[in-house]
């Protein structure tokens, strides 16, 4: 073979060779994108679905987590026009009407099998169920043995004398644990009563004040200096936190959801995900990463194995509406200050 011919071979080679680079260049830059949107403390389950839902659908999905689950809400009905995401997760129940009030969803009355009907909450098809769990009373059983004090059972018992300085919850002005802690208490009392029992139990909150999120409250559990707290049931079965136990005479049920933003770019593949985390292999990832039950009752739970099961549970009160952003400020006007 002469030299002219190999270099004329090389030459065909290397103009393939780019050819192919380019063409898979192109394909990158013009895959199907999703962005998923979510509190920060659903990063986990976050990443997870989108890198399944990526790997399943051949698309470049990412999770993109956005402060707690107040800040998230808030961002959505700022971005509702143009928002820079497609699909949002982790909207709690209590809060997810102010994003139907405002436009800011697309609701596509999808039917999914496999998901009982009860665990279905929003009537407007919009929001769909994701996870759950449980919000009630948690205390050092340790700690509390050694005092001689016998554990609380009910929101009333948290205002008998021997709890003062022992008690926290999260602030609901930035923690959406907080804000659930409020639903419930609302739910059960009633919006009179129930800021009438706020103020009293102001004055058993510990030295530490009001823990501005999960993890905060967790360090304050961990260390002892809070030894009652109105939180999740999960701090019972953490190991970082092992002296917790749980009052299973009532609980608050948490249920956080998923939807498709009405203005999303790619609504289309939008429904997809939605579908995707519903579906046994998305729920499957629900409760290895984040601490909280699915909703398909064949979905794998190994983390919440032992999660302590209330008695009786109280669902939000939807006569309550969309009060969040109400209850948020009055809070911070008649409790925290005073």
């Known amino acids: ?25 192109f394909q990158q830059t013009t895959a199907k994108k999703l962005v ?7 990063r986990d389950l976050g990443v997870a679905l989108a890198k399944k ?3 399943k659908y051949g698309v470049n999905a990412t999770f993109v987590p956005l402060g707690g689950a107040v800040e998230m809400v808030n961002e959505l009905v700022r971005n509702r026009d143009n928002p820079p995401w497609d699909v949002a997760i982790g909207i709690p129940e209590f809060y997810y009407t102010v994003l139907v009030e405002k436009g800011v969803l697309y609701c596509p009355d999808l039917k999914v099998e496999g998901v009982p009907r009860e665990e279905f909450w929003d009537p407007h098809h919009c929001v769909y169920p994701l996870d759950k769990s449980y919000i009630g009373i948690v205390y050092n059983a340790t700690a509390l043995e050694r005092l001689g004090i016998k554990p609380p059972e009910t929101l009333d018992d948290l205002l008998k004398p021997e709890y003062r300085g022992l008690v926290t919850y999260p602030n609901p002005v930035q923690s959406g644990t907080g804000l659930a ?10 919006e009179d009563e129930g800021w009438a029992y706020l103020k009293k139990l102001a004055g058993q909150i510990s030295k530490v004040g009001y823990p501005s999120g999960f993890t905060p409250l967790r360090n304050a559990l961990k260390r002892g200096d809070v030894l009652v707290a109105l939180s999740w049931f999960s701090h019972a079965i953490d190991p970082g936190t092992p002296h ?39 729920q499957d990832l629900v409760d290895p990463y984040n601490y909280m039950l699915p909703v398909r009752p064949d979905a794998v739970v190994k983390n919440n194995i032992g999660l302590p099961q209330p008695k009786s549970v109280v669902v939000y009160n939807p006569a309550l509406g969309s009060k969040a952003d109400e209850w948020r400020l009055r809070w911070q006007r008649e409790i925290a200050t005073g």
């Open 1 to 25: 073979m002469s030299i002219r011919t190999i270099l004329a071979v090389l030459a065909i080679v290397a103009a393939v060779v780019a050819v192919y680079l380019a063409f898979t260049a």
């Open 36 to 42: 998923i949107v979510g509190p920060a403390g659903i």
């Open 53 to 55: 839902f990526s790997e």
């Open 181 to 190: 802690v409020l639903s419930w208490v609302m739910s059960v009392k009633g």
């Open 244 to 282: 917790m136990k749980a009052s299973t005479y009532s609980a608050f049920l948490y249920r956080e959801g998923v939807a498709v933003l009405k203005n999303a770019r790619n609504r289309e593949l939008a429904v997809e995900f939605v579908k995707f985390a519903l579906s046994k292999e998305g």
